[in-house]
């Protein structure tokens, strides 16, 4: 039974999934709404799960110091960390207290982590009880920032809006644009016209690079447009539609395949 | 001993550090120097436009910016000319994100088009003069932004039986039922089209569960290397038009006459792009003549 409850569960609604794409009923669609939630409402666990799975990870580099365990912390000091700033917002002119609130909390954290791996349990335990002390007391009093769930003023002006415009934008945007130059170390390298298909490689490459080119002479700019556009939409699209095709026969059969329990490996072991 | 190199050996096996000295270099000159470049239009990018340009005032257009900062240099210029020649038009926009980190990236990009919207402006295109005068952007009326929700194939799914299924208020806190801009707009049936501005396979989602479902008219914004992968899609009518990478942008930014970052950075791309192909030219003419001394060496 406690395998066959959810092979028929999977089967009942992955074939009413199925089904009731086909039948535009105002009933079907109250059912189809209905699982979409459901859908959401489970997602929302595997969204807990993941974040305990990530604490817990974490949790367990530092305790045994493998390789790197120094960046857990700041992985874990980040996850948390942002839950509660991202909702304070400045109220006044100044932020009054909140650099020493941040630091209250950063300490609360440490203190909490070291209580959860440490030996002497009481002593961080303690640790941790006073910076919480600390951080609800300047929250409580310190009337120069707020704290804002979701609501217009606050996600207006909040320290969320000012990590995401002023670090993370900026560092993701960095740590991409760096790509290029290794994209343009690894075009050096390895575009060689070694044989026939590396030279068709290499040529359809550079006539894309080219295609939008406006300072070649004789009408050669119009004549590698149109060779760039003959490329994108005869051999590629050619190429690309065989995967697309492909990779859509291959969901389905999958599909099939765990809608009639075919496939089990959801189930993990066995 | 030392090995002798010649100089074909020495352009075969160049210092990666000397091709990112010289990238860097030709960034930072073509960025500084401001000079402007040709851009030619192509198909997929006019039918985008055209299709906005001819959609009459008060209609709405669904905007789906699906990218991370990891995109930003590519699509964030589309979401700018794409959003500023809409609110020109004083058509709504309705605004989702459906990736993690594009919600703060959104609000960036409406504050700053709000902005740059306040003065007047002459613009010139399909032959015609048009002056915008300068207005204020106001939330819920011109714009509605709802923010991201996980599970973007579910949040698309919802979407098409009503917004207020996954999003009953919106990025601010607001309750969709007291914006006015909303009311009476259900689903995508209110929508005159969607543009996804994506740096990742939630488009798949769009294409499949979006405009394969609920048929309406689909417009892409792709950064450049998944521009291939979507020209079946654009072949069987199921997209009506893609902008591909910053190029595509800056096609728009010419069709709209509203130059700006898209055009900008491709000074920046089509220097880099010479500069990778002369590299790639060097070390081809390495390999072939290195070849050719060891075949006439005899080894």
């Known amino acids: 039974m406690k395998r066959q409850l959810p092979f028929l569960l999977v089967f009942i609604f992955g074939a009413f999934m199925t089904i009731q794409y086909y039948i535009p009923h105002e009933s079907s669609e109250f059912v189809y709404t209905f699982l979409l939630d459901w859908t959401m409402i489970i997602g929302i666990f595997a969204l807990a799960l993941g974040i305990w799975s990530l604490y817990q990870v974490s949790v367990e580099k530092i305790k045994h110091k493998k390789e790197n365990w120094v960046y857990s912390y700041v992985t874990l000091f980040g996850l948390f960390i942002m839950v ?3 909702f304070t917002f400045k109220v006044g002119d100044s932020w009054g207290l909140y650099s020493v609130f941040v630091i209250a909390l950063m300490a609360f954290l440490y203190c909490l982590i070291n209580a959860s791996i440490a030996k002497s349990k009481g002593l961080w335990f303690g640790l941790s009880g006073v910076a919480l002390v600390v951080l609800l007391g300047i929250a409580y009093f310190d009337d120069s920032w707020g704290v804002a769930f979701m609501t217009s003023e606050g996600l207006r002006n909040t320290m969320f809006t000012n990590f995401a415009d002023f670090v993370m934008t900026p560092i993701l945007a960095t740590m991409f644009a760096l790509l290029a130059f290794f994209i343009a170390s690894a075009a050096y390298r390895a575009f060689r016209a070694r044989n026939v298909l590396a030279s068709l490689l290499l040529v359809s490459a550079i006539i894309v690079m080219l295609r939008f080119n406006p300072y070649m002479p004789f009408g050669l700019p119009e004549l590698i447009a149109e060779l760039s556009n003959w490329l994108m939409n005869v051999p590629n699209l050619a190429a690309q ?23 089990r490996g959801y189930m993990g072991k066995g | 001993m030392t090995e002798h190199k010649n100089i074909f050996d020495k352009m075969m096996t160049l210092d990666r550090r000397w091709v990112f000295l010289f990238l ?14 040709p851009i030619n239009t192509e198909p997929e990018v006019e039918s985008i ?14 905007i789906a910016i699906d990218y991370d900062p990891n995109n930003l240099a590519e699509l964030h210029p589309m979401t700018y000319a794409v959003v500023e020649h809409l609110w020109r038009k004083k058509v709504k926009i309705i605004f989702t994100s459906l990736s993690q980190l594009g ?10 088009i709000s902005d740059s919207l306040k003065v007047d402006k002459t613009y010139n295109y399909n032959g015609v ?13 011109d714009y509605t932004f709802l923010g991201f929700k996980p599970y973007y194939a579910l949040i698309i799914l919802g979407m098409g039986q009503d917004f207020r299924l996954n ?48 048929n309406f008219p689909l417009m892409l914004g792709l950064t450049g290397v998944m521009v291939s992968q979507y020209y079946p899609f654009l072949g069987s009518g199921q997209v009506s038009g ?3 990478g910053l190029l595509g942008a800056a096609q728009y930014e010419e069709l709209a006459d509203n130059p700006g970052r898209a055009k900008d950075g491709m000074r920046v791309q089509l220097y880099a792009h010479y500069v990778i192909i002369l590299f790639i030219i060097l070390g081809n003419i390495g390999y072939f003549m290195t070849r050719r001394n060891r075949l006439k060496g005899g080894n």
């Open chain 2, 129 to 141: 003069e048009h002056n915008f005068k300068g207005r204020e952007i106001v939330n819920g009326v």
């Open chain 2, 49 to 62: 436009f055209n299709f906005l340009d001819s959609l009459p005032e008060n209609d709405i257009v669904l």
């Open chain 1, 241 to 263: 539609r065989a995967i697309v095709i492909g990779i859509g026969l291959g969901i389905v059969a999958t599909s099939l395949k765990v809608i009639l329990g075919i496939e």
């Open chain 2, 24 to 37: 860097i270099i030709v960034c930072v000159a073509t960025y500084v120097v401001d000079f402007e470049i």
């Open chain 2, 242 to 244: 893609i902008m591909g």
């Open chain 1, 84 to 86: 509660v700033l991202g």
């Open chain 2, 103 to 112: 919600p703060a990236m959104a609000d960036q990009a409406i504050r700053d």
């Open chain 2, 167 to 214: 999003f009953p208020s919106d990025y601010y806190g607001t309750p969709l039922d007291d914006l006015p801009m909303m009311q009476g707009v259900i689903n995508y049936d209110q929508v005159a089209c969607v543009v996804d501005l994506s740096g990742g396979n939630i488009t798949d989602a769009w294409i499949s569960y979006g405009q394969g479902r609920f």
